[in-house]
């Protein structure tokens, strides 16, 4: 069965950081490119980032303005998103999905307070 | 950024009605456009990719229709699981977008 579970969500203070993981199961993590999406509370989806299956390429919101790096451990199953110089507009629940878009992870809540 | 506009933002339907919802690109996106449906506290599910294949698994009352800049999904007759909120998202450009969402409510 395929499973995409997020953690690292958490309370962070303006200007802070944070690290979200994505653990993959199920599949062959290598051969899938990811995204990042989050929604903010009571408000739309925001796709925020893509990370090809090598690694090589990858693209992001424009509105992140470079705050944000995605990465991600083909040994560890595991993609990763970096957060900096976070703010109250980056409060939501952030999802980790397969680039298939038939995979998504629950969520994991990050709140910037 | 490519722009996609969802008309209505709220649909009032009873079950069993028929649904049609809009969806318009602030430019072309070919065929490149997905739809979704998500209820309170899940993550989104996909329906229809690339204008009109359903996914696997998603009932044929869900179907897709347009190209270009519009677009629409039709839901031929609404189940009690259907009363939800619908996404559209293209991928045709970098950054891939999503429109702000209709909402199907019963009336």
């Known amino acids: 069965e395929v499973q995409l579970v997020e953690s690292g969500g958490g309370l962070v203070q303006p200007g802070g950081s944070l690290r979200l993981s994505c653990a993959a199961s199920?599949?062959?993590?290598?051969?899938?490119?990811m995204n990042w999406v989050r929604q903010s509370p009571g408000k739309g989806l925001e796709w925020l980032s893509f990370?090809?299956?090598?690694?090589?390429?990858?693209y992001y919101a424009d509105s992140l303005k470079g705050r944000f790096v995605v990465s991600r451990d083909s040994a560890k199953n595991s993609l990763y998103l970096q957060m900096n110089a976070l703010t109250a507009d980056d409060t939501a629940v952030y999802y980790c999905?397969?680039?298939?878009?038939?995979?998504w992870g629950q969520g994991t809540q990050v709140t910037v307070s | 950024e490519i722009v996609l506009t969802q008309s209505p933002a709220t649909l009032s339907l009873s079950p069993g009605e028929r649904a049609t919802l809009s969806c318009r690109a602030s430019?072309?996106?070919?065929?490149?456009l997905a739809w979704y449906r998500q209820t309170p506290g899940r993550a989104p599910r996909l329906l229809i990719y690339?204008?009109?294949n359903r996914a696997t698994g998603i009932p044929a009352r869900f179907s897709g229709s347009g190209s270009g800049t519009d677009f629409t999904l039709t839901i031929s007759s609404l189940e009690p699981e259907d009363f939800a909120v619908y996404y559209c998202q293209q991928r045709s450009n970098w950054p891939l977008t999503f429109g702000g969402g209709t909402k199907v409510e019963v009336k």
């Open positions: 430019q072309s996106i070919s065929s490149h």
């Open positions: 999905a397969r680039d298939d878009w038939v995979y």
């Open positions: 990370l090809s299956r090598g690694g090589v390429s990858e």
């Open positions: 199920g599949f062959s993590f290598s051969d899938y490119s």
């Open positions: 690339e204008v009109s």
